[in-house]
């Protein structure tokens, strides 16, 4: 489910009564080269035609200028090796399997010549390697458009452009950088926003050269206030960054809404009735899109294909409960019995995924692979008579692909045809209670939700199961042999 910061209708009363000053932060720009060419010229599009009113912090342009020639060249070259890397990896498979036969072939195992010729009619070599000279033929045109897109460079034109027409903030003295990071290092240690999960950059990516780069956010931040101060205008502010140290999210690492600290530091510091709107990258350009009239069809399917897959994902859950019961990947987890049935399936979370967008002027194809956080109810069979039900979680992989119809012409699109496959279980272990003397000491894997005389806890299907009596009173559950009642008091009711 998609979830914005603002609607629609409260952006344009923004943009049309604050008639704001428009930041952007440097990942945006650099996120141009990492998206297909449909998506990149969408974006930019939606980039000019706000144009007049953007404003950037010198952070964001040194940032830019020191950063994009090598986005730039990990994207020219991203389909560049294919061919070979696809033909390595097929030549030491094949490697790899002679190897296996010749030694199986050693020990005289049953038929192992005729599994091998099975096995390499199955696996032709020569057929691979044409497939993928064929995927490169049919792709051709996007490598064209990428090498023309790279070519162009109209991102930095674009740039270049704002900097001849002084909409650059100045750099900051090394006095007041300085302040910044003496600042930073406080804010640092208790996790003040922005910037505080950059704090290790410097040391994962041994960036020795530039001992200010984990406090970039920081400087821009303070670039932000300084210009809404002293030019006494409102400002909406977007960044692809989409940590915590800029928003509050949700357990799905959704953003909800910017950080509340630094929409009071901004009110704090600039001291006048300006205001800011910080929007995410991919609903800024969606909601420019919009106001300005803008096509925006493929950039909205590339921005949001997570939230795309996630919906699939939802309606499937009777298709992976399905897939979870018959292709036996439940039964490895299971303790001492069978896999019965599968209730309650819900995803929690689908915190891990890779996906590849193809498009091809009417359509569109998103392929990959994610890892799903999910619950559900199992039932395992322990005897012709006997069953128990326990609440799981698990962690379950699968790949997938998407087909989408668009409409260009009406700037929307339907999903034509979803697959999941290759579904694995990865983990699956009965939910742990917060205290384990409130499990049921019975079966030791349920809550113990009702008193067991004289001290412990039992839950309701041990309980039942014929060798205990409930007070109708009081609920306490007795074994037989231990209930001195009445029938309708228990001891326990009749001693009080």
Known sequence: MKINTYEYEEFKDFIEQEDPLIVIDSCVFLDYYRYSSQTSKEILEVLESVQDNIWIPHQVYYEFIKNHKKV???????????????NKYTDEFYHNLTKLFNKYGKYDFPKINELKNKINSYLDKSQITDAV??????????????QVLMNKNEIYDFINNLKISNKIGDSFSGKRILEIIEEGIRRYQYNIPPGYEDQTKKIKENESS??????????????????AKEDGVSIVFTTSDSKEDWWALDESKNILHPRDELISEFKDFVENKTQLMMLPMKEFTEYFSRLKQTSFLYAHIELNALNIIKDQISYSTGEITSSLIHDGELQLFMENGLLEDVEDFEINDVPLFDNNIDFDEDKASITGALTMKASAIITEQFGSEYSESSAYDLEISAEFSIELELNI?????SVANFKLYSIKVHYAAPQEDIFDDEQCVICVRRSGVLNLFPNSTICFECSANGDYFICTNCSTVYKNEDYNGDGEYCQSCLEN
């Not at 730039?72 to 696809?86: A, V």
């Not at 995927?135 to 045109?141: A, D, V």
């Open 133 to 146: 000279k064929t995927y490169h033929e049919e792709i051709k045109n996007e490598l064209k458009d990428t």
């Open 409 to 413: 012409e009406e700037q929307d699109y």
């Open 210 to 227: 530039d001992p200010k780069r984990p406090y970039g956010d920081l400087i821009i931040w303070k670039s932000i206030l300084d210009k």
């Open 72 to 86: 730039k060249k990990e994207q020219y070259n991203k389909y560049k090796n294919i061919l070979r890397d696809i």
